[in-house]
């Protein structure tokens, strides 16, 4: 059995529960959060539907709280319940105080920050909603969203879910291709998107992108774009149409669509273990809830919080904790355009002194990179308004862990590090700011609802007790589990309930230490995590595949100390170009290959090695050995294990070679 991690115990910090320097906590203490999680478990009905009335708004009450379960992979909640999540993010909270700040968007240049507030988000969301009518959106329909981090991509997603049209919003790092296949798969009709968009100081073209896309989308009837930078970018006559120009002769309200608990809010689209990203569906109720309940209890939320998630909105993490979440408790929400190094690498504790940010919630991957950069980046800057700090989308290394607590946090923050799937919705372990002692590198315990099981992967039996390691599962649905892929519910059942029956499998490998605590060590499919990105190793393969050069390829994940993982690319070429070739040859096919896969899936997925070789370890009855390529890019050659079973043995040799003379 693998060691378990395991490390020493912090004490929530004395200053978050003295009152004459914070709020009190909702949870603040091991116990009171003891008993609530019984609670959750032994008595959920009561429990989620208290929760449930407590933080959302229904124009008709739910009648029964639960409904299915992982058997059939029919699980409902709020059965009955009608509720609209635009009102639940925007109307309610515009009635109550218009003149509150919704959202601070901090644009790519520094000095051009901007308030919107829940009066002027309204109209804003009804305009949209309104002209997303007029070109014939109706609930149930999707709605492709391809936009820069501004603050209509946020009125975008609501003005979709005022009118019950399912939200498909597409990362705006992905390529042409990667945009065709999800407006393609999800039959999007219409697209929003931008001119342009800025990052990091440069220009990325946004409708040039959506242009080349749609080019094979004759579904698509309707391009919105906004003016970001105003540039002159090409109009298709019909098609597209300039975004201001439509909202300006459009009512400034429009009542929202009274929804079922259990019709869809949106699809998002992730990397699985097969080449075709999946359209993970979510749906009202659930989701609006498990966002909202894990913004007040894990980020400690409190009004007059100004809330700062540094996700983009493409990824699930802006979905639920730039939007959903923090709108639905009326929050001030901060959008980053930016990157944290823009203009230097003071960018963030910048943006937290100037907005006195409480609670900021970013991915290891960037405190990694901020981290080597050097302390002096970080010093000097007023970080005293922080009170929680976040983690999220791989395992914090510790070391990256204690900068965030010492130099970012000053020991007087809480720090949660919360473990979650694009399919959970909303945090499932996580520490609780008041309550939950931490271990640096450990997602400590389960959320509220959240019963979670370790497994033997092989026998698939659960592990009871601590001191186990195995898979990560869920024994029994929790309000926002995803219901469904688009298009495809026996993927669904395929992919997360059957490999384990009668448990959501999270695909992740954990275990529970002497202390209950889990500890996330990573994927045991094939999918890599590069800085927070997920991939498939399968995905990458067929935007290799489909080169001239190439006959067959193996992509691998490889440790990485910034990016956490980071893709190694094992290409054969086909016969005649494969050996003999230059070294100019080589360095160009290289490049082309590298080129090849940012065009088909993005630049986030460029791989950081690409070997030519001659051929890959495969055993006799043609099955790739991924596991001995794993071990020769991690220099662990010597501890090949058993490679008898290889068809050809003498095919490691030339690939250790290959890979000592790339290092
Ligand atoms: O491997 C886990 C890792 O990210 C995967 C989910 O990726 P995605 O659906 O893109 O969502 C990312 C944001 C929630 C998980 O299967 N992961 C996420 N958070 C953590 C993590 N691994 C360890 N610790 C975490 N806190």
């Not at 609209?84 to 790519?108: G, L, M, T, W």
Request: glycine content about 8%; overall charge neutral.
């Amino acid at each position: 059995m693998a060691d378990i991690p395991d490390g020493e115990l912090y004490p929530v910090p004395q200053r978050l529960l003295d009152p004459a320097q914070c709020p009190e906590p909702y949870i603040s203490s091991l116990q009171q959060y003891k008993e609530l999680y019984q609670q959750s478990i032994e008595q959920p009905d009561e429990f989620f539907g208290k929760l449930a009335t407590d933080l959302l708004t229904w124009s008709k009450p739910f009648n029964r709280v639960r409904h299915g379960g992982f058997k059939y992979g029919d699980v409902a909640w709020f059965l009955d319940g009608r509720i609209n999540a635009s009102y639940n993010c925007v109307d309610r909270h515009a009635i109550e105080n218009p003149k509150k700040v919704a959202i601070i968007y901090e644009s790519d240049e520094p000095n051009q920050s901007e308030n919107i507030t829940y009066g002027q988000l309204l109209r804003d969301v009804c305009q949209l909603a309104g002209v997303l009518r007029a070109k014939g959106i109706r609930k149930g329909d999707t709605v492709a969203i391809y936009m820069p981090m501004i603050p209509e991509a946020v009125t975008a997603i609501l003005a979709c879910a005022r009118i019950g049209a399912l939200h498909s919003v597409v990362f705006a790092g992905f390529s042409a291709e990667a945009l065709r296949d999800r407006v393609q798969d999800a039959q999007s009709r219409l697209v929003l998107t931008a001119d342009q968009g800025r990052r990091g100081g440069k220009t990325i073209e946004i409708k040039k992108i959506v242009d080349e896309a749609l080019k094979s989308c004759p579904m698509v009837e309707t391009v919105l774009v906004c003016e970001r930078t105003g540039a002159d970018v090409p109009m298709t006559p019909g098609r597209d149409h300039w975004w201001s120009q439509e909202v300006s002769r459009t009512p400034t309200y429009l009542p929202p669509e009274e929804m079922h608990s259990e019709d869809p809010l949106f699809l998002l689209y992730t990397s699985g273990s097969t080449g075709k990203p999946k359209g993970v569906l979510h749906t009202t109720g659930g989701f609006l809830l498990g966002a909202a309940a894990t913004v007040k209890y894990v980020f400690d939320y409190h009004p007059g919080d100004i809330f700062a998630c540094m996700a983009d909105v493409g990824w699930i993490t802006g979905h639920t904790y730039i939007v959903y979440g923090p709108l639905a408790l009326g929050a001030t929400t901060v959008l980053f355009e930016s990157i944290p190094t823009y203009p230097t690498p003071s960018r963030y504790w910048e943006l937290i002194a100037k907005h006195k940010i409480t609670q900021f919630y970013t991915a290891p991957t960037a405190i990694r990179a901020l981290r080597r950069l050097g302390d002096e980046w970080v010093e000097g800057h007023d970080l005293s308004s922080l009170r929680v700090l976040g983690s999220v989308g791989e395992p914090i290394n510790p070391e990256a862990w204690h900068w965030y607590n010492d130099k970012v946090g000053k020991g007087r923050c809480a720090i949660v590090d919360t473990y979650w799937q694009t399919e959970t919705g909303s945090h499932i372990v996580t520490p609780l700011p008041g309550a939950i002692p931490t271990k640096a590198g450990s997602a400590t315990l389960p959320f509220f609802g959240i019963e979670l099981a370790i497994l033997d992967p092989v026998t698939g039996k659960e592990l009871t007790g601590n001191s186990v390691s195995g898979v990560l599962a869920v024994k029994r649905p929790w309000p926002s589990i995803a219901r469904s892929i688009y298009g495809n519910h026996q993927r669904f059942l395929e992919t997360y309930l059957r490999p384990y029956s009668g448990y959501y499998f999270t695909g992740d490998g954990a275990s529970r230490d002497k202390d209950g605590y889990i500890w996330v060590g990573g994927r045991v499919d094939d999918v890599i995590n590069v800085s927070g990105h997920r991939l498939s190793t399968a995905e990458i393969e067929s935007a290799l595949i489909v080169h001239h050069a190439v006959a067959e390829t193996a992509v691998i994940g490889a440790n990485d100390e910034v990016t956490g993982q980071c893709i190694h690319a094992f290409v054969c070429l086909k016969p005649g170009l494969a050996s003999g070739h230059s070294r100019a040859f080589a360095n160009d096919l290289t490049k082309e290959l590298a080129l090849q896969v940012r065009k088909v899936i993005g630049p986030f997925a460029a791989p950081k090695r690409i070997y030519l070789v001659e051929d890959l370890p495969k055993t006799r009855s043609g099955k790739l050995m991924r596991r001995i390529l794993r071990k020769i890019v991690a220099g662990e050659a010597d501890s090949l294990g058993d490679i008898s079973t290889l068809a050809d043995p003498s095919v490691v040799e030339a690939l250790i070679a290959k890979v000592k003379s790339a290092a």
